[in-house]
């Protein structure tokens, strides 16, 4: 079974900063695009960063130059670098891939979410 887990979330003061992690499990063949996205109470979920399986990356408005998404398909795993953080970033942030398995080729996968929280 194909699975995504995440690490990282916490509670932060404003201007702070946190790494999330996003770890890629069970019996895969690649890893195609990633992203990460995140939701906050009343909120769509949306997309903050993704990156291609060539390395490209893109980010929201709101986030440029304060995160920096990046991955290591050696370890299959995909990163969120998040910087200068602000309360309005608060929310459960998720992972999210397109990954080939030998079992039942490409398909869609979330992770379980971790919260994010920053407040003074």
């Known amino acids: 079974q194909v699975q995504l887990v995440e690490s990282g979330g916490g509670l932060v003061q404003p201007g702070g900063s946190l790494r999330l992690s996003c770890s890629a499990s069970?019996?895969?063949?690649?890893?195609?695009?990633m992203g990460w996205y995140r939701q906050a109470p009343g909120n769509q979920r949306e997309l903050v960063a993704g990156?291609?399986?060539?390395?490209?990356?893109n980010y929201a408005d709101s986030v440029k130059g304060r995160f920096t998404i990046s991955r290591d398909n050696a370890k299959k795993m995909v990163y969120l670098q998040m910087n200068s953080l602000k309360p309005e970033d608060t929310a459960v942030y998720y992972c999210?891939?397109?990954?080939?398995?030998?079992?039942?080729?490409?398909?869609?996968?979330w992770g379980q979410g971790t919260q994010v929280t920053v407040s003074s």
């Open positions: 069970g019996i895969i063949f690649s890893i195609d695009d």
């Open positions: 990156i291609t399986s060539g390395g490209r990356t």
């Open positions: 999210n891939g397109k990954i080939h398995s030998v079992l039942r080729g490409l398909w869609d996968y």
